[in-house]
């Protein structure tokens, strides 16, 4: 029973590289996002997508792009790191609102980068 | 456009010792509330949730919380706290069939002997 899972876990870049953040989820959700979790400011929308194929922006989807080819997976894309980017990244997924009312989201343990 | 917030940003208690942790909202729809705990260097996990009916929800860790529309208000409480509950606890909301939750920005719980 995975869940959600996050790959990988820590990752150290230096600016200007590229990379790209997996979240996989065996839980048939809709639903997946991915958030950023910085000191003191919660946690912040990126982007996410409410079904295969589909994306939207979130509260700070600026330098970064996602995919969501497959309804399972939901990628996060860095084209070019800045340090500003150093962060918690967390991946959620949930049922949508049809498939029952108030789903909660499901997180993975999140990755965490540094961007030198 | 809804918005939470959790005023305290850190709460110390002593070991045995009741807490509350405050959430109020703003939405101008019928809502659905969470408290989700964050336990160090892993992800969120889901404490308990308000969907309708009983405006006293019980969770899972002995913690409740009370749904009070009037007040716009949804605060997590335990009677007596665990140095295991030193974590992170952060409250959301969601708008009918939105398909987003708006997270506070957190409380640290921390819990001493």
């Known amino acids: 029973n995975a869940g959600v899972t996050q790959t990988p876990k820590f990752r150290v870049l230096k600016t200007g590289q590229s990379m790209t953040l997996l979240c996989a989820q065996d839980?048939?959700?809709?639903?997946m996002y991915w958030y950023r979790q910085d000191p003191g400011m919660g946690l912040r929308l990126i982007h996410y997508?409410?079904?295969?194929?589909?994306?939207a922006k979130g509260e700070v989807p600026d330098g970064y792009n996602v995919s969501r080819l497959k309804k399972q997976n939901f990628l996060l894309g860095l084209e070019s790191a800045a340090p500003s980017q150093t962060s918690v990244y967390f991946c959620?997924?949930?049922?949508?609102?049809?498939?029952?009312?108030?789903?909660?989201?499901?997180f993975g343990d999140g990755t965490r980068l540094s961007i030198l | 456009a809804q918005s939470v917030t959790q005023l305290d940003s850190q709460v110390p208690v002593f070991e045995e010792a009741p807490v509350e942790l405050r959430c109020n909202y703003s939405?101008?729809?019928?809502?659905?509330l969470f408290w989700y705990v964050q336990y160090p260097n892993q992800g969120l996990q889901l404490l308990l949730k308000?969907?309708?009916?009983?405006?006293l929800v019980k969770g899972i860790n002995g913690f409740e919380a009370e749904f009070n529309k009037s007040q716009t208000s949804f605060h997590l409480r335990k009677p007596s706290v665990h140095i295991s509950d030193t974590a992170e606890y952060f409250c959301?909301?969601?708008?009918?069939?939105?398909?987003?939750?708006?997270f506070g920005t957190g409380t640290r719980l921390q819990v001493t002997l």
């Open positions: 959620a997924s949930s049922y949508s609102w049809w498939q029952g009312e108030g789903q909660p989201q499901h």
């Open positions: 839980m048939n959700h809709e639903y």
């Open positions: 997508s409410v079904g295969e194929g589909t994306t």
């Open positions: 939405s101008s729809v019928s809502v659905y």
């Open positions: 308000y969907l309708s009916g009983s405006t």
């Open positions: 959301a909301v969601r708008d009918g069939t939105a398909s987003k939750l708006t």
